[in-house]
């Protein structure tokens, strides 16, 4: 039974690395598109199709890149189980993605204007650093005498 629940608990992590690794995927592609908005001229017909080839492409890849994501991720944690490392797996994971997801904000955020009175968006973005940095020194240190 225990073996089961230690499964369940893989899958619920897992799901949860992939929908920041998908919420990476989108705000990655708007960073991109802001980007190009930014130092192109939107308004020149040609220019704007160019944008939308690019978009397009970048959303195949960035999917792409997410499926890998998503198969390589579930088979580790599902090993990870196997040998007792679920959790030094889930923080080697999850703490890039994290801090991936910190730069993609505070760059967008630099972009897009962040005013001080916007408290939600400077909670996200010290939530994202706190986490990945904890989650990253977690995995170099508490778990690293459990693996062999």
């Known amino acids: 039974m225990k ?12 799901i949860f690395d992939i929908g920041l690794a998908l919420l ?24 704007s199709q160019i944008i939308n080839l690019i978009d397009r492409f970048l959303v195949v890849i960035l999917g792409l890149g997410w499926l890998v994501f998503m198969i390589f991720v579930e088979e580790y944690f599902r090993t990870g189980v196997s040998r007792g490392e679920l959790l030094k797996r889930f ?3 999850t703490a890039p993605v994290l801090l ?6 505070l760059i967008l955020s630099r972009l897009q204007g962040i005013d001080s009175g916007n408290w939600l968006q400077w909670l996200a973005l ?23």
């Open 3 to 14: 073996k089961v629940l230690n499964f369940a608990f893989a899958y619920i992590l897992w």
């Open 24 to 47: 990476l995927f989108f705000r990655s592609r708007t960073l991109v598109l802001d980007i190009l908005i930014l130092f192109g001229n939107p308004n020149n017909w040609q220019y």
């Open 91 to 93: 923080a080697r994971i």
């Open 100 to 105: 991936s997801l910190f730069v993609v904000d």
């Open 126 to 148: 010290a939530v994202e650093l706190g986490a990945g940095t904890g989650l990253l020194v977690l995995s170099k240190t508490r778990f690293a005498s459990k693996s062999t």
